[in-house]
């Protein structure tokens, strides 16, 4: 665009935002209002996404606790028309499954085997009933859960059937107590079992089976299989494996693989979901409405921006529309189309920026100070997102912009006398 | 003073050939404002277009002063045929070589007198001392030094006019076009007006004014009668 900037530089560009902030002034109330606008729409963006977001993370914290992106494979029956449940061939898994998809399967990044069963847990003068799980090592990392004190299961612990413990943040304050520490001997079962590392606190679950990890004491799998034979199955049964995705989203590709490899085995149908059931939170994740909300968030702030746009655009084609006459006068007295489409431009700039930026402020300071909140594990706090801070800017300013030149632009396109005429 | 190039070699400062105007109003049949009017003016004339309202007076003025394009004819000023000039070469023409006061002022009401009276420097890229100093010379010209830093709504009518006169002398036209200058003003203020115009004709510059007062008419060198959007009368007072 050609006009005073173009020729007399710096000089020129100051003259007309001098000249944009005195109308700015002269008209305070709808200088106001569109200001308003401006703050309004990229404010309540950047808040709305950033609400959206939190929401999000919180469902998706929620279910990561459990371990993040993991999937569950439970024990199943083999699934036959008009055959009773009860009737039908039971199934079960051993280590030797577990060591088969440990080679097999290229989609998990690890695989392990869990065991688990409530068991009486005592220390001192204290006793609780507690979910007991035997652990492996990769198992360890699939959860995810950190190691506090002390240290974590190992593979020899496994070889050798120790007697050892890893205690959860919560079990260990109401197991052991102030007294208790790595070191300690708790009996489970009756039996004696040192502590060995404590783990740091996890949080609330939105998925688990039996306990939360908080409450659960580990201990290595071989252990466990001796500890808690089961009932009566004459052979070492791993109850559960558990893996972790390398992708979020080969989810059913993963399971798909997970599931032929143990179906081999078991002489199962490789579709048969009711003989090897695999559940995943990322597929619960996927059907939630936590998705959806953010999908929705991000709706109602496109509407906001929307809304606030037209709000911008109708102040500024009233502005461009009140001020004809003055176009035409400084067309008469020797404007270029090019320096009233500057002049405009400028101030035009200059609200829709002040605004955003005050926007972008104000938007910022609120989402900052809610996530600041500290809030339960399940309650959902915005996530500040530059993505948000763009768009709503980008938008705001585009809107603005077009608002305020487009009537500009036909104003200045006319013979002046008539634009004049329009007194 | 000018950018039209062979303006040195023209005698005429302005020449009408044929020249029409239509509007159309709406949906209405078409308004012939102007009907073909032939004029030529020298450079340094001094000249009153007379006419009732409704004549054409004011849409000859318009298109005198670029304001306004014919529809039909030929407009010529300083020699250059003004319908193959753009848009920006009309505006830097308007900003340069014409002086256009218009009947109801056209002051931003905005900025103050000083202010306005710099506007066609401004566009001109003029710095802005520069632009200060003659927008106070051209207000002095016109004796309204003293109203430079009020703005128009605090100023009389004939105030008005005269910030409006140096407005439109503060480039130093070639021509100075006046719409009615003393329409809105008793005939004391419309006296003032006319003396000042009288001076820029005496300092060489081409002046038009569009008058339904006799009074003004008669005290011009020259007096073109229009009506019904022709030319029915020219004729020179001699001095």
Redesign the interface.
């Known amino acids: 665009m050609k006009g ?1 900037a173009g ?2 530089g710096l ?2 560009i100051a ?1 007309s935002f001098r000249q944009a902030w ?2 700015l002034l ?1 008209h305070k109330l709808r200088s106001t209002l569109t200001l308003f606008g401006v703050v309004w729409g990229t404010a309540s963006v950047i808040f709305l996404v950033g609400w959206g977001e939190g929401v999000s993370k919180m469902l998706d914290d929620g279910f990561s606790r459990a371990g993040k992106d993991m999937a569950f494979v439970f024990i199943g029956r083999v699934s036959e028309d008009f055959t009773p449940a009860v009737d039908r061939r039971a199934l079960w898994y051993t280590q030797d499954d577990v060591e088969a998809l440990r080679r097999r399967a290229r989609l998990p990044e690890y695989v392990a085997g869990e065991t688990r069963r409530f068991g009486s847990a005592a220390f001192r003068q204290r006793a609780l009933n507690v979910d007991v799980r035997g652990v492996e090592p990769d198992g360890m990392a699939i959860r995810g859960a950190p190691i506090a004190e002390g240290r974590p299961i190992r593979q020899s612990d496994l070889d050798q059937r120790r007697r050892v413990v890893v205690v959860g943040h919560d079990a260990r304050r109401d197991l052991l107590g102030a007294e208790g520490r790595v070191g300690s001997w708790v009996r489970i079962d009756g039996t004696p079992y040192q502590v060995i590392g404590i783990l740091g606190r996890v949080g609330t679950q939105l998925s688990r089976e039996g306990a939360e990890i908080d409450d659960q004491l580990w201990i290595p799998l071989t252990t466990h299989l001796v500890q808690f034979p089961h009932e009566w199955v004459d052979e070492p049964v791993i109850g559960m494996i558990i893996f972790k995705l390398r992708d979020r989203a080969l989810i059913a590709e993963t399971k798909h693989e997970v599931r032929a490899i143990l179906a081999e085995r078991l002489r199962v149908s490789p579709t048969d979901e009711e003989a090897i059931p695999i559940w995943s939170p990322v597929e619960m994740m996927n059907r939630m409405p936590a998705n959806r909300q953010r999908t929705l968030m991000v709706m109602v702030a496109g509407a906001t921006l929307v809304v606030s746009g037209i709000g911008i655009m109708s102040m500024m084609l009233d502005s461009v529309r009140q001020r004809r ?2 176009i ?12 009233i489409l500057t002049e405009f431009f400028l101030e035009t700039f200059a609200v829709v920026a002040m605004g955003g930026l005050v926007g972008v402020a104000v938007g910022s300071a609120l989402t900052l100070a809610m996530a600041s909140i500290e809030a339960g594990d399940l309650v959902p706090v915005p996530v500040y997102s530059w993505d948000a801070v763009a768009i709503s800017l980008t938008v705001m300013t585009t809107v603005g912009l077009l608002a305020g030149l487009i009537p500009a632009w036909r104003a200045s396109r006319i ?4 634009t ?1 005429r329009a ?1 | 003073m000018t950018d039209l190039g062979d303006e040195a070699s023209s005698r005429l400062a302005i020449e009408l050939i044929g020249l029409r105007k239509h509007y159309r109003e709406g949906q209405a049949e078409e308004v012939q404002a102007l009907r073909g009017i032939d004029l030529e003016i020298e450079r340094g004339e001094m000249v009153a277009v007379m006419g009732p309202s409704g004549s054409g007076k004011s849409t000859l003025m318009e298109i005198l002063g670029c304001l306004s394009r014919p529809t039909g004819g030929e407009y010529r000023l300083f020699g250059q045929d003004a319908s193959t000039i753009d848009a920006d070469g009309l505006a830097r023409l308007r900003g340069r070589t014409v002086g256009f006061i218009f009947q109801s002022f056209h002051l931003l009401p905005r900025l103050d007198i000083a202010e306005n009276v710099e506007l066609p420097l401004f566009y001109q890229r003029v710095p802005r001392r520069e632009r200060r100093e003659r927008a106070l010379a051209a207000l002095a010209r016109v004796g309204l030094d003293h109203r430079a830093s009020h703005i128009p709504g605090e100023i009389s009518g004939g105030e008005r006019q005269r910030a409006a006169i140096a407005r439109a002398l503060v480039n130093d036209p070639s021509l100075v076009l006046a719409d009615e200058p003393t329409g809105n003003l008793d005939t004391d203020r419309g006296q003032e007006i006319l003396e000042i115009l009288k001076g820029v004709h005496s300092d060489g510059a081409t002046v038009v004014i569009v008058t339904h007062d006799p009074g003004i008419g008669a005290r011009a060198p020259r007096k073109v009668s229009i009506r019904d959007g022709l030319k029915v009368d020219d004729e020179r007072v001699s001095a």
Do not use: F, H, N, S
Request: no cysteine; hydrophobic share 45%.
């Open positions: 005073i020729t007399a000089a020129g003259e005195r109308l002269a006459p003055e035409g006068i400084r067309l008469a007295v020797g404007a270029t189309r090019g320096a013979d002046p006398a008539e004049l007194d």
